[in-house]
């Protein structure tokens, strides 16, 4: 059951484009989603998160946009640049439900090309 | 320390051995969690500690697998008679604040 879904294995994008990388899930009791980044051999790397009370959070070239009716959110970056080829993972939790375990999706493989 | 370490970095091993796996959280992070990645896929949920209480071990995937933290800090995952689908990379991470997740590098066990 997989419950947090990223349905593209990988994405190409040109230098300075706008990237967009989605994520879907199931369960409704989700309240707050991060994305992390990773690069081969490294753990992956907190970059930025939302709470569910809030549609939109942006920190300088990143900004992750949650739709709550359609279970669904993405992760903007731009512009894009060759340091953000790496895979990228989006996570939920249940936090009003005392859960602290992140829940992952399956990851997206960023490739910034020159 | 700095950062989350987590040792051995690579583990070979055989079918049917046991392995274990050692992680050192930051100083002071309450939290410590194992996931594993295997080839293609996300990252797996396996075990949650969380202070003095009982641990949260909904995702472990069989009874071959079982962690302890002792003292509140280090924590070790134990694999018992390793099979080839427990070739994975299992990573640790500890945390202060609620969901923002501090990784480790990650152990890469290839069981032959």
């Known amino acids: 059951d997989q419950q947090v879904k990223q349905n593209s294995p990988s994405l190409s994008v040109q230098e300075g484009r706008i990237s967009i990388l989605n994520c879907d899930y199931t369960n409704s009791m989700f309240d707050y989603f991060l994305w992390y980044k990773k690069y081969p051999a490294e753990g992956p790397t907190f970059l930025i998160s939302i709470s569910s009370i809030k549609d939109k959070n942006e920190d300088g070239r990143f900004t992750v946009f949650l739709n709550k009716s359609a279970k669904h959110l993405s992760l903007h970056i731009v512009p894009s640049q060759p340091g953000d080829s790496a895979v990228y993972f989006c996570?939920?939790?249940?936090?009003?439900?005392?859960?602290?375990?992140?829940?992952f999706g399956q990851g997206t493989r960023l490739t910034i090309n020159p | 320390g700095a950062g989350v370490s987590q040792s051995p970095s690579n583990k070979v091993t055989e079918k049917g051995k046991d392995v274990e796996l050692r992680c050192d959280p930051i100083s002071g992070h309450t939290a410590l969690y194992w996931y594993r990645q295997s080839l293609g896929q996300g990252l797996e949920f396996l075990i949650y500690f969380q202070g003095n209480s009982a641990p949260d071990k909904s995702g472990l995937p069989s009874d071959r697998f079982s962690a302890e933290r002792t003292g509140g800090s280090v924590s070790t995952l134990t694999i018992q008679r390793t099979q080839q689908e427990d070739s994975a990379v299992y990573l640790c991470?500890?945390?202060?604040?609620?969901?923002?997740?501090?990784f480790g590098a990650g152990s890469r066990l290839t069981v032959l």
């Open positions: 991470a500890s945390s202060l604040m609620a969901n923002v997740l501090t």
């Open positions: 996570a939920a939790s249940a936090q009003g439900q005392g859960a602290q375990k992140l829940v």
